[in-house]
């Protein structure tokens, strides 16, 4: 252990003595060269002058400004989009979290219930839509449905009924601008509690 105290003492000095060696030898590389650049800068014009002072300055500006202001500013910049990043996960977390409240406060319904909602929901249809139910699946024939009408359909089947659609075949008539076709349905396990 003492040895490694004796190492560490001798490190200062050599420390200190390498920088005050690098002190001595800039300071002979710059005294010559300040006095060539003074000798150079005597021999020319004051307006001369004053245009190698400026150029020198703009030249220490951008220099700084490179080195110093716009990597910041980069990193700011980086920072804020970062930001904006988060702040919209953060929104589409939110709605996520709104959207599973509202899964599970719904109250499951058995499959007798959900039957008839199909029902209801195939009568509103109009007169051409028809559903058969076996089992555990339903399958609903639609024709002549209006736009707004099926895409109205569709969230009400599984908000009413708690069914899943399992298969939808439809087609849009481009003479009437209807929906036809059909859509096959599982409806809820009341065994289970899973919709």
Known sequence: MSKHTADS??????TSEFSAGLTASLSGVVAPLSAVIKNWMATLSLREQVLVKTLAFIV???VAWSLAVAP???SLNKSAIKDQVIQRQW????????ELKTIKSVVPINSTDSSNALQELTAQL???????IQDSTARMQ???????????LLPQIRSRSQAQ?????????TASKLWEGSITLALPNTNSGVN
């Open 142 to 152: 639609i024709k002549g449905v209006s736009p707004e009408g099926l895409s109205q």
């Open 91 to 98: 929104s589409e977390l939110l709605a996520l979290q709104s």
């Open 9 to 14: 003492s001798t490190a200062k000095p050599m």
């Open 165 to 173: 659609i399992l298969e939808a075949s439809l087609r849009l008539d």
């Open 126 to 132: 109009g007169p051409l839509c028809k559903i058969v």
């Open 72 to 74: 910041a500013l980069s």
């Open 60 to 62: 220490a500006v951008y």
